[in-house]
């Protein structure tokens, strides 16, 4: 065999270990706020979006070389706002949101797999692809506790009256 046919050859040989390296990122999930909620697709390109984002209306960084879920999660969720959606995407890139539009579909969960810049054995989406969280029903749950004990208390008051 020629030596440039051999180079050709582990060339060839080569590009399945380049691609399968993104698959074996891991999908973050130690917050007690936010529950990995799934890969999403992002939606500028998908007719009828009118460019708008998966996750839009709220706030967004990107943080070359450095992002992580945690540092995305805390920066949706610690500010004055606490966003029920984040989501990372392209490695390096963090959305929040109110909401999630509804015509951003719901990928396999492989689709995510860029590493996190801060953190390659993390999943950070992918090319158009969002890793989504969303806040925790368990992390509001004494919400409902506290309503139902405000709206019992009200009754009572009325009952009173
Ligand atoms: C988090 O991920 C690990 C490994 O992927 C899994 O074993 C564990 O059950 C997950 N925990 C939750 C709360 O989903
Ligand atoms: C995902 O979005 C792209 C455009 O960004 C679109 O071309 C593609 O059809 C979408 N895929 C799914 C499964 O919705
Ligand atoms: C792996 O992730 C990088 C970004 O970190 C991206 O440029 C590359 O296309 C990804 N490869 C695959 C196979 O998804
Ligand atoms: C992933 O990160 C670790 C630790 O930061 C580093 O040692 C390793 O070289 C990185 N791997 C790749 C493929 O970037």
């Excluded at 390096?92 to 996190?116: F, H, M, V």
């Excluded at 506790?145 to 009754?155: C, I, K, M, N």
Aim: some cysteine.
């Amino acid at each position: 065999m020629s030596p440039s046919m051999s180079m050709l050859l582990q060339f060839l040989l080569f590009i399945p270990f380049v691609h399968a390296a993104n698959a074996t990122v891991s999908v973050y999930n130690d917050s007690d706020k936010y529950k990995y909620y799934g890969c999403y697709n992002e939606t500028t390109q998908v007719p009828g979006s009118a460019d708008t984002r998966a996750l839009g209306g709220g706030i967004d960084e990107s943080l070359p070389g450095q992002m992580t879920v945690p540092k995305c999660l805390a920066f949706c969720g610690n500010g004055d706002t606490e966003y029920r959606y984040a989501g990372l995407e392209w490695s390096r890139e963090c959305w929040c949101a109110q909401t999630l539009s509804g015509i951003a579909e719901k990928l396999d969960d492989t689709a995510c797999n860029y590493p996190c810049e801060g953190d390659n054995a993390t999943a950070c989406g992918g090319s158009l692809k969002l890793t989504v969280y969303r806040v925790s029903s368990a992390s509001v749950l004494s919400t409902p506790g506290l309503l139902t004990l405000a709206s019992t208390g009200l009754v009572m008051m009325v009952m009173m009256l």
